[in-house]
């Protein structure tokens, strides 16, 4: 995760923490400004902040920096905070028009009214903003910012004759290039610049000031993402600046800290990167590597920057000292060598703060036996074991930066973190399926681990989440669907939901293919008791096998406002192991029937199972008339999956069927199959040549598969897996599936594309060799889905390189010749290259106008790699061509030598 691609910081809930999770892996742009601003506004907003209008852009805009023209507006209007907007024609003719915003006289209004300019003010007049505007067709909209309570813009038309107010507006700066509306600097103000002073090339900046003494935000305009300055207008007064980038090769990021005053008249002010200095946490794990780390700076009043970070590369800040303010460093740290496929046993979850001052050097050592440690079981519920750990230290009212790294499911995971601070967590695995965590706070020591992604996933009602009536009006809103036995929050990614609502036996409102996060309302005619609510989620995933269909049945009386009386059935399942699965064992499955009414009185009535995902159910035994009851059962031995469903009802007529189609798995092992009108077919990859892979670089490999449904591909997902299906060794999901009608009606081609490196993805050498596809589909409605563990088969080989060299550069014909070479082979787990010995490399010879290679002898390399003989020389080209075999890649280098 790089600066760029971080959430912005959010107030401390453990939801806070999804949502950035979310957002990340959703690719959304993080960070949106508070400003109104439309894609035609010339407002651009830094990480946090409030857009307001354009400063000054260079020399060139003096004039226009120093106060608006003498003559008078084409057009002006009051503000809501009191103050004045003015719009004056521009000098030159074509040019854009200038707005101005002054303070209005004292005790008007919020902020005071009048033709006043800033002297005319006094203790009612506003502050200088932030404001946020727009510019679209000809009407120029502003409204005020950051007042205690919300105010309502105001709009204004410009004039056609008085200046260019076209669509087309720039947001770079320079005088050329500025936006068609600026602002001149407003009285009492001075225009300062903020240049960058750096030789590295960068992908991100932002920069940002704060008032020393108020703390209040002051917003800077930027000269453009790859520029090095920037402008903000400000009275007199002590301000810290401060600018953030990420270096273009991501192999570094900056925080630099500026303070600096205003007096009267306009400055330049330099942030040097040379005076950044490597910040960090270390430990003295022997062997371990930075994951992740987060960066940021906080100001009185809640201010805070934003983050840098780029992975496991160097963050490097300016020391500085500023009283209330506080650097916050946030790093995870893991042992070398992991990778997604590849397990730590450890995780270090670290977090210090730097108050008032960051020191010339700011590295912190942390000992682990002063750090809490606790050790996390995380089980699996899929056939891949990806995943990753989000965490987001809480200090004071703000999350300081979220930071993540892989976790290889399952796992059993020593954690360190440091103690008495709160960390909110986040487990994500596939396709954005994520586990909501407990916010921790461990003291220094050792602490009662935890068990992660206990089966069966299933809905837990929550008060927050839930469907709810509101007068005249039913809204179905049930989006945690996949909730962990233990009550952690689970969401389903890619999952969709289908519903339909029925009033006295009539269909009101229905619904399929919805977002988990979607809601449905619907009018209930009156009066209507009986109600009946039937919904279904539906994921299809090989990153989840496990609660693959999650239904419930509700029946309910009564019309009352406010959270429907429905009941809820909660599963619990012991005995499994780490994958969730009943390894033959009998199992005791409970269920627990819960009224959300507070009046009702519930039992359990049915407890069911089927190991042929519900196409049969057989009863289990429920004791008793409770709501509670506890069975064992002996798993049959062939069975792949168990799904469970339990019926239940309460004494005010309501009633639930809860399904849950392959609550856990069975010990016979999961073996694919298809359910309804679909097939796959034709699979393919890199067609059909082997994955030849490199070390850190990552590599796109394109594949195909036809699927063939006649009801609608809802969508289709590829797995490139080592070892064996219930339990692989490494798993390769597809980066992207994109599939399109061809043919005949029902048929469609699918795109599929990996994304590889060995030392990113596999960072195991040991993982090179045979590899097999699996290809998963499913109908637009998700009653047809297939499941193939083996559509067709590849070889993974690590890459391998070899030159030629030879000498004497120039030799006569039939005089002897060293011919030499190095060969080398891609080490996936140190991300480089090793020699590559014991090898037979074979010399070959090609007459110059002939297309036939001749071998001339084998020779076998040295253990550095080096293969070498001595030939005599023939006029044409020469080549080493090494063969390879079914883990290592063959490779060949040719050179021309030229013998007179």
């Known amino acids: 995760m790089t600066a760029g691609d971080r959430p912005e910081p959010r107030?401390?809930?453990?939801?806070?923490?999804?949502?950035?999770?979310?957002?990340?892996?959703?690719?959304?742009?993080?960070?949106?400004?508070?400003?109104?601003?439309?894609?035609?506004?010339?407002?651009?907003?830094?990480?946090?902040?409030?857009?307001?209008?354009?400063?000054?852009g260079g020399e060139a805009d003096a004039a226009a920096a120093a106060g608006p023209p003498a003559d008078a507006p084409v057009a002006e209007a009051e503000l809501a905070s009191g103050a004045r907007l003015k719009v004056r024609a521009p000098e030159d003719e074509g040019a854009a028009p200038v707005f101005q915003i002054t303070p209005g006289q004292a005790g008007a209004g919020p902020?005071?009214?009048?033709?006043?300019?800033?002297?005319?003010?006094?203790?009612?007049?506003?502050?200088?903003?932030?404001?946020?505007?727009?510019?679209?067709?000809?009407?120029?909209?502003?409204?005020?910012?950051?007042?205690?309570?919300?105010?309502?813009?105001?709009?204004?038309?410009?004039p056609e004759e008085s200046g260019d107010t076209g669509s087309g507006m720039s947001t770079m700066g320079g005088a050329a290039e500025l936006a068609a509306f600026r602002t001149a600097a407003p009285e009492g103000t001075y225009p300062v610049k903020l240049v960058l002073d750096t030789d590295e090339s960068f992908a991100y900046k932002?920069?940002?000031?704060?008032?020393?003494?108020t703390w209040t935000t002051h917003w800077v305009r930027d000269g453009g993402t790859f520029t090095d300055h920037g402008w903000v207008n400000l009275p007199p007064g002590s301000y810290l600046g401060v600018t953030m980038f990420d270096t273009l090769d991501r192999a570094a990021a900056y925080l630099l800290v500026q303070p600096f005053t205003v007096t009267d008249s306009r400055r330049t002010i330099v942030f040097d990167a040379g005076k950044a200095r490597d910040t960090r946490i270390s430990v003295d794990a022997a062997h371990d590597r930075r994951a992740d780390m987060a960066v940021s700076l906080a100001v009185p009043r809640g201010g805070i920057t934003g983050f840098v970070g780029v992975g496991n590369a160097k963050v490097h800040v300016t020391p500085f000292t500023a009283t209330g303010t506080e650097l916050h460093v946030r790093e995870v740290r893991v042992q070398k060598g992991t990778t997604p496929v590849t397990h730590s046993p450890y995780r270090y979850d670290l977090f210090h703060s730097f108050v008032r001052t960051v020191p010339s050097s700011p590295v912190v050592s942390v000992r682990t036996a002063d750090l809490a440690t606790s050790v996390s079981t995380f089980r699996s519920q899929g056939?891949?074991?990806?995943?990753?750990?989000?965490?987001?230290?809480?200090?004071?009212?703000?999350?300081?930066?979220?930071?993540?790294?892989?976790?290889?499911?399952?796992?059993?995971?020593?954690?360190?973190?440091?103690?008495?601070?709160?960390?909110?967590?986040?487990?994500?695995?596939?396709?954005?399926?994520?586990?909501?965590?407990?916010?921790?706070?461990?003291?220094?020591?050792?602490?009662?681990?935890?068990?992660?992604?206990?089966?069966?996933?299933?809905?837990r009602h929550t008060d927050r989440l839930q469907s709810r009536r509101y007068g005249d009006t039913v809204t179905v809103y049930e989006p945690v669907p996949f909730t962990d036995a233990t009550g952690r929050d689970g969401h389903g990614g890619s999952a969709t939901w289908s519903y339909r609502l029925t009033a006295d036996g009539t269909t009101i409102g229905e619904g399929s293919g919805l977002g988990l996060y979607d809601s449905a309302a619907h009018a209930v005619p009156s009066p209507a008791s009986d109600m009946a609510l039937d919904h279904t989620v539906t994921r299809r995933s090989p990153q989840a096998r496990l609660s693959t269909t999650v239904r419930r049945e509700w029946t309910y009386r009564g019309s009352t406002t406010g959270a429907l009386p429905l009941l809820d059935v909660d599963f619990w399942v012991s005995g499994l192991n780490s994958?969730?699965?009943?390894?033959?064992?009998?199992?005791?499955?409970?269920?627990?029937?819960?009224?959300?009414?507070?009046?009702?009185?519930?039992?359990?009535?049915?407890?069911?199972?089927?190991?042929?995902?519900?196409?049969?159910?057989?009863?289990?035994?429920?004791?008793?008339?409770?709501?509670?009851?506890?069975?064992?059962?002996?798993?049959?031995?062939?069975?792949?999956?168990?799904?469970?469903?339990?019926?239940?009802?309460?004494?005010?007529?309501?009633?639930?069927?809860h399904t849950v189609v392959r609550a856990f798995a069975g010990p016979a092992g999961h073996r694919g199959g298809t359910v309804g009108d679909i097939s796959v077919s034709g699979f393919s990859l890199n067609d059909g040549s082997p994955l030849v892979v490199g070390t850190r670089q990552y590599q796109y490999v394109n594949g195909e598969v036809t699927v063939t449904v006649p009801d609608g591909l809802g969508g289709a997902e590829v797995m490139l897996y080592r070892g064996s299906y219930d339990a692989p060794d490494a798993e390769l999901p597809s980066s992207n599936v994109v599939c399109e009608a061809a043919g005949s009606s029902g048929t469609y081609s699918c795109g599929v594309l990996f994304a590889v490196s060995g030392h990113?993805?596999?960072?195991?050498?040991?993982?090179?060799?045979?590899?097999?596809?699996?290809?998963?589909?499913?109908?637009?409605?998700?009653?047809?889905?297939?499941?193939?563990?083996q559509a067709g088969?590849?070889?993974?080989?690590?890459?391998?390189?070899?030159?030629?060299?030879?000498?004497?550069?120039?030799?006569?014909e039939g005089e002897p010749m060293i011919i030499a070479g190095q060969l080398d082979r891609a080490d996936w787990a140190a991300g480089t290259y090793r020699p590559l010995g014991g090898q037979w490399v074979a010399l070959e010879h090609r007459a110059p106008g002939s297309s036939t290679w001749i071998k001339i002898k084998g020779v076998k390399s040295a253990a550095d790699g080096d293969v070498r003989t001595t030939v005599p020389a023939a006029n044409g080209y020469y080549r080493w061509r090494y063969k390879g075999g079914i883990y290592t890649a063959g490779t060949v280098f040719t050179e021309r030598v030229f013998a007179y």
Request: proline share 8%; net charge negative; aromatic share 6%.
């Open 579 to 657: 994958r969730n699965t009943s390894a033959g064992s009998p199992v005791r499955i409970s269920a627990n029937a819960r009224s959300r009414s507070d009046h009702a009185q519930e039992t359990l009535t049915g407890l069911e199972f089927s190991t042929d995902d519900g196409a049969t159910w057989r009863p289990l035994e429920v004791p008793g008339t409770g709501k509670k009851a506890t069975v064992e059962l002996a798993v049959p031995a062939d069975a792949a999956f168990v799904s469970l469903r339990a019926t239940a009802e309460d004494d005010n007529g309501g009633t639930v069927r």
């Open 793 to 812: 088969t590849t070889s993974v080989r690590r890459h391998t390189t070899v030159d030629l060299r030879t000498w004497p550069r120039y030799v006569a």
């Open 206 to 213: 932002s920069m940002v000031v704060w008032n020393r003494q």
């Open 760 to 789: 990113f993805s596999l960072g195991d050498n040991g993982l090179a060799g045979p590899w097999k596809a699996a290809v998963m589909a499913w109908s637009r409605d998700g009653s047809h889905y297939t499941e193939l563990p």
């Open 383 to 459: 056939n891949t074991g990806q995943s990753y750990l989000f965490s987001a230290a809480v200090h004071g009212p703000w999350m300081t930066g979220t930071v993540v790294s892989p976790v290889r499911l399952p796992a059993r995971v020593t954690e360190y973190q440091t103690p008495g601070v709160s960390f909110s967590r986040v487990l994500m695995y596939g396709d954005g399926q994520l586990l909501d965590l407990a916010d921790r706070t461990l003291p220094a020591g050792t602490s009662p681990g935890e068990t992660i992604g206990i089966a069966p996933f299933a809905p």
């Open 111 to 158: 902020g005071g009214t009048g033709e006043g300019g800033a002297g005319e003010g006094g203790a009612g007049e506003p502050a200088q903003g932030p404001y946020a505007f727009t510019a679209e067709d000809g009407t120029l909209t502003v409204q005020p910012l950051g007042g205690s309570e919300a105010l309502p813009a105001t709009e204004i038309e410009i």
């Open 11 to 56: 107030r401390r809930t453990r939801t806070a923490l999804t949502a950035m999770v979310l957002a990340t892996v959703a690719l959304l742009v993080p960070g949106q400004a508070n400003a109104a601003t439309t894609s035609t506004s010339p407002a651009t907003a830094a990480p946090g902040l409030p857009a307001q209008p354009a400063a000054p």
